[in-house]
């Protein structure tokens, strides 16, 4: 079976002028009756399966269908051809979507000869009617270029006709009748000829070609349907790369690219219907050296010690029209490539960075990437400093769920270039290497980035303004693309509480839990009685101070993160205040240690000083361990008083006892010694006190005549205690001497100098001798009745009780 000869697929037939092209077709098919040798007609006009358009200058606005099933999917596109619209040829520009007056988000790219195309799918169209705006966004300005008008309505009921119950070429009446239970109703009955409303069979794709001398152009061959071989037709030519969504109507081909391509066709009268698109083919066209510059970024770090500068180089990747095919790798010099002579190369690789090292000094560094086809030419790197003037303002909005508007002031200097630089912001560093791009128009104020832009995530964005000879100190900013409530509130900690105030503090929410920007914390708390009280707290603060708590009271207490999109609670803490402040406390325990303190001093006090102590524990003198009971011989303390008669006597207080003696016993020769005398002391013992209170000091008395002798003599005074009644003295002891001065101030009269006056027992009938006896008897002394000395028995004249 003949096909049809290779045709270029950029050859359209006369726009308009269908009638010459059913003369041209019909020439070209006479004597092939089942395969036509057809040129390929490219409809450069919107129609066919884009439908009604309206255009406007250098924009253009196409539906894949102005008429669809209520609810179904609708697409469209949107292109722009810069050459053909003035101002746009430099700059860069956005395109965007509004169904009425409701943004829709499409996806925009580059096309072949410097046109952007937009491709807009609308998933479920629920209204009856609508337009479709297409917008452009260049250089801060929005205008309306393009719109399309979209209907849609119920299915309507069909039927196709089988071929062979139609006349061909001759009028037929057609109607459609109803049949029910109760009766039958019929349509208006159509007259048409069935080649008017016929749907051909669609055509063949046979094979494609590149065309050598012409490099953006491919001749392909197809094959008409057997049934369609004695028409006069026109078909349509479709093709899109595999990652293309869209599919263009229009030649150039870009080179290294691998395209898809569908044919239909109807009757070239334009009456009938489209018949549905051939299987598809695939075809890739051939490959050149990369053409173009690439876009390059740097940074490089102070020499080292052996002298050597260490840089990191990044670049972007070439579009798809100016990779011209795969590309293999890139390679990095340090010098330009010359005829004949491959300069070094620090770096080939396949990633869009390297890290490498250069002699200190070096200013340049050349870049180039290579396919199949050959190598591109080398882009020169400047490695400049970064000392030229900042931006004067730089702020970002959002330009979607997945992109940011970046816009700023110029400098005042002349700039050749940007370079913007965005990364994540996250609890964990991290870099992205292939987030920044450059804009090569010096004179733009606004960017839209893309690459990496997520949303409910903070970006830190940087701009470097790029002169001639140096590089501007970059000017940061922060963006979200999108922001929500926070993922999660903090929790609340209770750093202090007293009985009015409460501190509390929390740990900030993770960057990437925020969702937004933290516009706010509010601090909620409430009692039992529900009173509930709330404050507002700076986001950079991660502290907050509770006023005015009542004492001892439970409260509950919670902390809500707000961002612009919204709101989150945190959990509840519970705190009770305390009855009194710290420093009360504080006051309370050092009052009672300063009690404490003042109390042991004066123990110790007491105890050192004792005149003081005696007038709060008065000294009483313990009789046992007394001088004078030390002074007496032993064996006078087994002998035992036989007192007739005498009582077991009450406690008697003694205040002092007084003991003098002297050191020996001196024998005067010219006095005799009375046989009674008290024998010699072994030593001598001699004691001397002050008296208390009622008493009086005792000293030694001279005998008479001046003799020296010492006497002896004792004093016993009974008092009474601290406020009990004092009794007058009852017994007094002395011992005589011959002194005529009394030893003690008595009322009774002094002993005479030869007397020794002491008790007399056992004398029934009174006292020899002008001393008389004691005023009371023995018995109502009882520290008395241990004192028995040698000598006793002078004492029988004295009566006993």
Sequence with gaps: M???????????????????????????????????????????????EWGLSWTLGCATVAVGSPIVPLGSSVTASCTIRSELCRGLERGKIRITWMLDNEPMAGSQQRGPSGMEVSNLTLPQFNRTQAKLWCWLEWNGTKQRVGMAEIRAGCDRSRCTVPRRLLQLYRQMEIWVSATNALGTAESEHLYIDPMDVAKLDPPALQSIQSIPFQTDCIALAWEVARSNAHMELQCELRYRAVEDPAWALHCGFLFGTRYHFQMRCRRS?????????????????????????????????????????????????????????????????????????????????????????????????????????????ATEVVLLERKGHPLARLWAVPGGERSLWVCWEAPPAPVAAYILEWQRVSSEPRHCSACWQMERDGTVTTALIQDGIEPFQRYNISVYPLYKDAIGVPVHTTAYSKQKAPSYAPKLHLKSISKSNAELCWDPVPVEMQNGFITSYTIFWANSTTEVSSAAVNPSLSSFVIQELKPSTL???????????????????????????????????????????????????????????????????????????????????????????????????????????????????????????????????????ALGRGGTAAEPHRGPGGSGESVQYARVVGMGYKGQQQLPPRLHLRSGSGSSQPLLPEPSPSPQPYQNLWFHWAAPHGCPGDGGCPEEPPATFPLLQGLRIGGAEELHDCRAF
């Design 555 to 689: 409260y509950k207490v919670h902390i809500m993160a707000s961002t612009a999109a919204g709101s989150i609670n945190g959990t509840s803490l519970t705190l009770v205040t305390m009855v009194l402040d710290d420093i009360e406390i504080q006051l309370l325990f050092l009052t009672l240690g300063l009690i404490f303190v003042l109390l042991i001093l004066l123990l110790i006090c007491f105890q050192k000083n004792g005149r003081v102590k005696k007038q709060f524990w008065p000294s009483v003198p313990d009789p046992a361990n007394s001088s004078l009971g030390k002074w007496v011989p032993v064996g006078l303390h087994q002998e035992h008083l036989q007192v007739p008669g005498m009582k077991e006597p009450g406690l008697a207080t003694i205040s002092t006892v007084t003991v003098l003696e002297r050191a020996a016993w001196s024998k005067d020769p010219a006095v005799p010694e009375p046989p009674g005398s008290f024998p010699a002391m072994p030593q001598p013992y001699v004691q001397q006190e």
């Design 2 to 48: 003949p096909t049809s000869p290779w045709l270029p697929a950029d050859i359209p037939a006369p726009a308009g002028d269908a009638k010459a092209t059913e003369e041209t077709m019909a020439r070209r098919g006479a004597g092939t009756p089942f395969l036509l040798r057809l040129s390929l007609l490219l409809v450069l006009r919107p129609g066919g």
């Design 269 to 377: 009268s334009a009456r009938g219907y489209w018949s549905e698109w051939s299987p598809g083919r695939n075809y890739t066209t051939h490959e050149k050296a990369p053409s173009g510059k690439l876009d390059a970024w740097w940074n490089a770090g102070p020499a080292g010690a052996g002298g050597r500068l260490e840089v990191q180089l990044r670049w972007k990747a070439p579009q798809r029209r100016e990779a011209n095919g795969r590309v293999l790798g890139y390679r990095v010099t340090l010098s330009p490539r010359r005829r004949g002579r491959d300069p070094p190369t620090v770096c080939n690789t396949t990633h869009t960075q390297c890290n490498f090292s250069a002699p200190a000094g070096t200013r340049r560094v050349y870049l180039s990437a290579y396919n199949a086809a050959g190598e591109s030419a």
